[in-house]
């Protein structure tokens, strides 16, 4: 059973930072792209960050500048550094990973940016 489990969540002031982690187990097939995708509260879950297998990345324009996706081939993982936090990227974080088997969705890891 692949699993996609997600960590770094927490509380941050504003202009803060926070690291997201991602790690895929259990999968016996290929990785192709990986993302972030994040809900807050009463809003759609929208795509914040991704990254190909020949790590070509691409953002939200409202994290441009600010978060940076990168990743662990070998150790099945990726990361997303969150810099200058907004109380607006408060929401639930999650990750994804576009398999040969299939998408994949993590349970998700809440961020809340607050003073």
């Known amino acids: 059973q692949v699993q996609v489990v997600e960590s770094g969540g927490g509380l941050a002031q504003p202009g803060g930072s926070l690291r997201l982690s991602c790690v895929v187990s259990?999968?016996?097939?290929?990785?192709?792209?990986m993302g972030w995708y994040r809900q807050a509260p009463g809003k759609e879950r929208e795509s914040v960050a991704s990254?190909?297998?020949?790590?070509?990345?691409n953002y939200v324009d409202s994290v441009k500048g600010r978060f940076t996706i990168s990743r662990d081939y070998a150790k099945k993982m990726v990361y997303l550094q969150m810099n200058s936090l907004k109380p607006e990227d408060t929401a639930v974080y999650y990750c994804?990973?576009?398999?040969?088997?299939?998408?994949?969705w993590g349970k998700g890891t809440l961020v809340t940016v607050a003073s």
């Open positions: 994804a990973a576009d398999t040969s088997l299939g998408k994949y």
């Open positions: 259990a999968i016996t097939g290929w990785i192709y792209d």
């Open positions: 990254i190909t297998s020949s790590s070509t990345t």
